[in-house]
């Protein structure tokens, strides 16, 4: 298991106009991945999912806070002594086509992880060419007609894959699937979720998945938990069906509402919720973090931070003062 408690982190931005300007990308996030388990960060680009992604695989610090993996604090540890546990969470990244060397083969790449592992566990080099021909045949390809080509010789789909096959050659307990689809043909898409769902149950691998896309969030973790973050403070959580169906925040209604409607096959929600401004995050806020942007705001709302929490007749989690359910999510025709 993988738990965040007050996760925090600051960036300071450079240059002429906005030099010195601090950034708060994380506000005290918390937040519980299970062994096996499955969970998805959504929310606007710049909202702080990223980074998050990246403090929980290992490959960026965290100012506040404090991180557990298999109950092991990482703050107790000197950072060459974290190295083992962080390897059993690997990043697979947005973009298939830098992710990989272009100068190496594809036995070439998964041969340096394998290696690596192969020492450590006291292996053989022909275990070494036996374990990438596997992990190859997990992600579904063809080890035969892949291992001895570049980078650029596959399809983008291909090379997500051989991204996939490389984090296995660890054995990870997690996968961290950052917009893992974002940059692939759309027609490969459903490919690559189905693959990580596959992973997820054959394997017992947990995933994480960052996205923006709803769809491909519900797709990978419908029983999981969802966490809607909002500049970089969690403003919603609950089991992934909950959220979508019942959200209570508005601005998680606003991003529901914001998705594109079939029409002559789905009628669009009774209630959307728009935001009254687009994001500006140069002003000061006093209070909660969404009420410039949010129709229902009161003075309250103005003035006073709501905190994650849990209130009576909503079963999940939220960060607001007025939560109410309201119809966003189109509905079928036929459901009319």
């Known amino acids: 298991m993988i738990t965040g408690t007050g996760i925090v982190k600051t960036f300071k931005q450079r240059g002429d106009v906005l030099g010195g300007r601090e950034v708060k990308a994380l506000r005290g996030v ?6 096996g388990g499955a969970a998805s960060f959504i929310g606007e680009s710049g909202c702080g999912k990223t980074t998050l992604g ?15 993996i298999d109950g092991v604090p990482m703050s107790s540890l000197r950072p060459k002594q974290r190295q083992p546990h962080f390897r059993k969470i690997q990043m697979i990244h947005q973009d298939p086509y830098s992710a ?8 070439q790449t998964l041969y340096a992880p394998l290696a690596l592992r192969a020492r450590q566990t006291g292996r053989s080099k022909a275990w070494i060419d036996e374990r990438a021909a596997e992990v190859l045949s997990l992600v579904g390809l063809d080890p035969g007609s892949v291992l001895a080509r570049y980078p650029h010789q596959l399809s983008g789909g291909m090379r997500q894959r051989v991204v996939i096959a490389r984090a296995l050659t660890v054995d990870p307990e997690m996968l961290v699937a950052d917009e893992a689809v974002s940059m692939i043909d759309v027609s490969l898409r459903l490919g690559i979720l189905a693959l990580l769902k ?5 394997l017992g691998v947990a995933v994480l998945f960052i996205t923006h896309d709803v769809a491909t969030s519900r797709y990978i973790g419908d029983d999981g938990e969802l966490y809607v973050i909002y500049r970089g403070q969690v403003v919603e959580r609950g089991p992934v069906d909950t959220v979508i169906a019942d959200p209570v925040h508005p601005y998680t209604q606003s991003l529901l ?15 959307p919720v728009v935001p009254l401004e687009s994001l500006d995050e140069s002003k000061a806020d006093t209070g909660c973090l969404f009420a410039r942007r949010c129709p229902f705001r009161t003075d309250r709302c103005e003035s006073e931070l709501p905190v994650l929490g849990r209130t009576d007749g909503v079963p999940q989690e939220h960060a607001c003062f007025h939560p109410e359910r309201r119809s966003v999510i189109a509905r079928p025709v036929s459901a009319s």
């Open 54 to 68: 990246r403090i929980i695989a290992g490959l960026e610090t965290h100012d506040e806070g404090e991180i557990a």
């Open 198 to 202: 596959d992973l997820r149950e054959r």
């Open 257 to 271: 509402s914001a998705i594109p409607v079939l029409h002559g096959l789905e009628e669009p929600g009774e209630q």
């Open 30 to 35: 918390d937040f519980s991945i299970p062994k």
């Open 100 to 107: 990989l060397n272009p100068t190496r083969t594809i036995h």
